[in-house]
T-cell receptor, first 111, second 115 residues
Framework: DAKTTQPPSMDCAEGRAANLPCNHSTISGNEYVYWYRQIHSQGPQYIIHGLKNNETNEMASLIITEDRKSSTLILPHATLRDTAVYYCIVSPSNSGYALNFGKGTSLLVTP | NAGVMQNPRHLVRRRGQEARLRCSPMKGHSHVYWYRQLPEEGLKFMVYLQKENIIDESGMPKERFSAEFPKEGPSILRIQQVVRGDSAAYFC?????????????FGPGTRLLVL
């Protein structure tokens, strides 16, 4: 599996956009980029995923660079409830099920 | 529609005892996955089961750990003769199809503490 690199922690002011980067320079052509988050003492929650095009849903936007070696998760208007650990994972979508999370980025949203 | 249920939420065992962790998937989901999260680490895949079948147990330790998902009832992760290194949060996820990680819904986890 391709490995990912994320900053260990980030801060963001409430109401501002949170931009969480992820490097995945060894990603394979058939691997998707997935983002999950884990709020303290809860199970992970799926946010978004993409292959090479930018994606947007009700939770976030995912920007993937043209060479696919990095991506950015964007929370457009962060709230206090977005404080969590955010994980970037690469996995083949159609056949992948064995998720292995790194240490992620601990995002703290402040008032 | 209730989410994935896990019980107990917290479990304390002494070294050498057995731990049984239960996972009830979401209604209509027949695929179950177990993950372990060691302190200060991310989740790691352990095992993937469908009803009455183990599909992939490549992430599960070869000794003392076993998992089942019977035709009726919850999935069970069993740890025999627990050691302190087994202290972790154990999460299960369920999905309706086994296709794509985005279809997995995670439970709240069971936090095992081995004294």
């Amino acid at each position: 599996d391709a490995k990912t690199t994320q900053p260990p922690s980030m801060d963001c002011a409430e109401g501002r956009a949170a931009n969480l980067p992820c490097n995945h320079s060894t990603i394979s052509g058939n691997e998707y980029v997935y983002w999950y988050r884990q709020i303290h003492s809860q199970g992970p929650q799926y946010i978004i995923h993409g292959l090479k095009n930018n994606e947007t849903n009700e939770m976030a936007s995912l920007i993937i660079t043209e060479d696919r070696k990095s991506s950015t998760l964007i929370l457009p208007h962060a709230t206090l409830r977005d404080t969590a650990v955010y994980y970037c994972i690469v996995s083949p979508s159609n056949s992948g099920y064995a998720l292995n999370f790194g240490k992620g980025t601990s995002l703290l949203v402040t008032p | 529609n209730a989410g994935v249920m896990q019980n107990p939420r917290h479990l304390v065992r002494r070294r050498g005892q057995e731990a049984r962790l239960r996972c009830s998937p979401m209604k209509g989901h027949s695929h179950v996955y177990w993950y372990r999260q060691l302190p200060e680490e991310g989740l790691k895949f352990m095992v993937y089961l469908q009803k009455e079948n183990i599909i992939d147990e490549s992430g599960m330790p070869k000794e003392r750990f076993s998992a089942e998902f019977p035709k009726e009832g919850p999935s069970i992760l069993r740890i025999q003769q627990v050691v302190r290194g087994d202290s972790a949060a154990y999460f299960c996820a369920s999905s309706p199809s086994g296709q794509g990680p985005e279809t997995q819904y995670f439970g709240p986890g069971t936090r095992l503490l081995v004294l």
